[in-house]
């Protein structure tokens, strides 16, 4: 009977704390999702690359101040506990998300709508950065000793949880509503912010009824509850140093590929593949759905086995794969090569309109085609007509929104799939290995710094850098990727020099 008990009350510690996590990573990334339209509506017309620059440097923004929310809530986790601690970053994710769609857009308030949209999502950030370390330590001191691994993999299926959310309910508004609707400034890209308040008013209500983790509650009831955690963190040496491994050994790679899995490959089949935003998007669907049981597998396999080497070979397999896998994304469905065999689906469709504050006129032909393989795209061009020469100076023709054949689309599904099986491996089982590196009285706080400096930081440049790396190169499409190469492989050597392959027995 107690043993029945034990694992009904581990059932519900895992489900609340899973929610209220998968909750804030679904309020942390439809902002990533909406990129492209957000620069839209908050930033200047007439420059849509720095447009686009700009809402990432601020979706980064939120990433850069993960690790002092880390501090500032890891610190009140450890000095007032994990329940309230993790409650207080719920509302305040919520809230910021909810207010960003009810920022107005740039045509209306000018610049103050970018500024207020970077505030509130470096609330979001500052949210985050105190949410993951306290679900991770608090499922993780409800856990026996043996089985870490495998019940804080649950949280960890939260940040991917949180992404198919994301993704769920912004193609279900899409597909629902015109693209003009969409776009416009109070359309449909705002609906999956205000939907966010439904869900926070219900993790708040099911993490109400939750207790206080029990190592904490023992230490709280013996008084041992450390005064200063920051200082017991970061002033001794012993602990420092694993701090300082935790980071560059471990989060720093597993940033890096986790955001390299899942948004830059977003990111990558949408403004380099240019797939249409349907297929672009339910790719990544398919193959989260597919992988996301494998952070389970490995949580439980790093049970057994130790959690080192199942994260150093997800970050390795990265390393030597990344580049095969990105080129055939992109040489699948290539347009240029299949030329003579393309079939016109529709016929020429041409609109004009005045070029702003001249008399020079912006005619833009588009054209609908068929390559023998099946592949469809569309391809633009516009052409600037000058009033005072009627001479025209043609513009450069633009291949956007391909639809792959079924076959070819499974194909697509599969490679992203392998992608998010890295992500699984190296995500996995690091709640469990954090948790492990450092004593319950300063937990919460030692734990939340080198995670979120590792992911928030190094993981969350990643699509910012990548696009960077393309607008400089521009004669390398896979360029973007030197970077989280670079840093998984830094960070598998440093991992495989330094860190113990830590089991429960260990």
Do not use: C
């Amino acid at each position: 009977m107690k043993q029945a008990s034990e694992a009904g009350l581990l059932r519900k510690v895992i489900g609340a704390s899973s929610l209220g996590t998968m909750i804030e990573w679904y309020d942390f990334y439809i902002f990533g999702m909406l990129a492209k339209t957000i620069s839209t509506e908050f930033f200047p017309e007439g420059n849509s690359t720095a447009a686009l620059l700009s809402t990432l440097a601020i979706f980064a923004a939120g990433f850069i101040v993960r690790p002092f929310g880390a501090l500032f809530f890891g610190r009140l986790g450890d000095l007032l506990g994990r329940k309230s601690t993790f409650l207080l970053t719920l509302v305040l994710m919520g809230g910021s998300t909810f207010l960003i769609g009810l920022v107005p857009g740039y045509r209306s308030i000018g610049i103050a709508a970018p500024l207020i949209v970077l505030l509130l999502r470096l609330l979001q950030g500052l949210a985050l950065g105190g949410e993951y370390g306290g679900a991770a330590t608090y499922v993780a001191e409800h856990a026996p000793a043996g089985k870490r691994g495998f019940y804080t993999s649950w949280i960890q299926t939260t940040a991917t949880l949180g992404l198919f959310l994301a993704l769920g309910v912004i193609m279900l508004v899409k597909m629902n509503l015109p693209d003009e609707q969409f776009n416009a400034e109070w359309g449909g890209w705002r609906y999956p912010f205000w939907f966010s308040i439904l869900l926070v008013i219900v993790s708040v209500y099911i993490r109400l009824k939750m207790q206080e983790s029990p190592l904490f509650a023992k230490l709280k009831s013996e008084g041992k509850v450390v005064k200063n955690p920051l200082k017991e963190s970061f002033r001794k040496r012993d602990n420092f140093k694993m701090v300082l491994l935790a980071l560059f050994g471990a989060a720093m790679g597993q940033g890096v590929i986790w955001y390299t899995g899942q948004f830059y490959a977003q990111s990558f089949l949408e403004t380099k593949v240019a797939l249409n935003f349907e297929q672009s998007r339910s790719v990544l669907l398919w193959a989260i759905l597919f992988a996301t049981p494998f952070f389970i597998f490995f949580g439980w396999l790093s049970d057994k086995a130790g959690r080192k080497w199942i994260m150093l070979l997800g970050m390795l397999l990265g390393v030597l794969t990344y580049r095969p896998i990105f080129n055939a994304l992109l040489e699948n469905a290539k347009t240029e090569q299949a030329s003579e065999g393309n079939r016109v689906l529709s016929g020429t469709k041409k609109q004009s309109k005045l070029l702003a504050g001249t008399a020079d006129s912006l005619i833009t032909v588009t054209r609908h085609f068929e390559l023998a393989g099946g592949i469809q795209y569309v391809q633009e061009q516009t052409d600037t007509l000058r009033s005072a020469t009627t001479s025209i100076t043609e513009g450069k023709p633009v291949i956007k929104d391909k639809v792959l054949p079924k076959n070819l689309y499974w194909k697509y599904v599969g490679l992203v799939f392998l992608l998010i099986l890295y992500v699984t491996m190296v995500y996995g089982p690091i709640a469990a290995f954090l948790v492990e590196l450092f004593p319950v009285h300063i937990r919460y706080t030692s734990m939340s710094l080198p995670y979120h400096i590792g992911n928030g930081v190094f993981g969350g440049l990643v699509p910012f850098i990548g696009v960077l790396l393309q607008t400089t190169f521009t004669e390398d499409p896979l360029v973007g990727l030197w970077y989280p190469i670079g840093i998984a492989a830094l960070s598998f050597i440093i991992g495989a020099v330094y860190l113990r392959n830590r089991t429960p027995a260990s």
